[in-house]
């Protein structure tokens, strides 16, 4: 058997099991849609045409893709200076696989539809692992993170009881550069004149200050740590 249908403003001769390219369809892929517009339908040579449609005639189809055909180029040039006119247009077409030509009335069976469910239900299964494996997966990463976060927080010294000194009173350490040693436990003269090669290296190695200059406030916290 077969039927003519029109959708889309075009007209198809369609049997069942037929693979065809319509213009878009709202629906998900494994839907069934239906296609009440049947101009005809017949088998061998008895055929039946409709004034324009056929009473009680249904076309049902699966959904198999959503996708664009190629794209058209429309491209007009007048005899004028600079006059032409370049659209592109790329149709969307919806893919379906025609099920069932039903006549008289009759209701579609829904087999397509019942994959469409069973479709569904596994990828409603597979949503909860995926969920947890993505839950345990940061569970295990946040340990790191945090090791990590908490050596970076980490002072480079331990910052000893008492008021802190002005280091700003040294020569080349403003009062950003002050914050910054704060924050590394360094906050008295006495600490930086005690400063080994060792910490002057570990300091140069974290902090956006040269191993000479951190030498030149070692001297001079020296002479400001006697007073």
């Known amino acids: 058997m077969f039927a003519v249908i029109k959708t889309g403003g075009k007209q198809y001769r369609v049997a069942a099991n037929d693979l065809l390219k319509i213009e878009k369809v709202e629906a998900n892929v494994g839907d069934i849609v239906e296609i009440g517009h049947v101009l005809a339908h ?3 040579e008895n055929v039946t045409f409709g004034a324009p449609f056929v009473d009680g005639a249904l076309v049902t189809a699966e ?14 040039k007048r005899r004028r200076q600079n006059s032409r006119r370049k659209i592109g247009h790329r149709q969307l077409l919806t893919t379906v696989r025609i099920s069932e030509i039903l006549l008289g009335g009759a209701k579609p069976t829904k087999k397509a539809a019942v994959k469409a469910e069973a479709k569904a239900e596994v990828a409603a299964e597979a949503a909860p692992k995926e969920a947890k494996a993505k839950k345990e997966a940061k569970a295990e990463a946040a340990p790191k993170d945090e090791a990590k976060a908490e050596t970076a927080a980490a002072p480079l010294f331990k910052a000893p009881k008492g008021e802190p000194d002005d280091l700003t009173v040294i020569k080349g350490i403003g009062p950003v550069a002050a914050k910054d040693l704060a924050e590394q436990g360094i906050i008295t003269f006495a600490q930086l004149a005690k400063l080994t090669d060792k910490d002057v290296a570990k300091i140069d190695e974290h902090m956006p200050f040269s191993a000479d200059q951190i030498k030149d406030w070692r001297e001079q ?5 006697k007073k």
């Open 42 to 44: 017949g088998e061998g």
């Open 63 to 76: 959904v198999v893709e959503q996708g664009k055909n190629r794209t058209v180029i429309a491209f007009k």
């Open 221 to 225: 916290a020296k002479e400001l740590a």
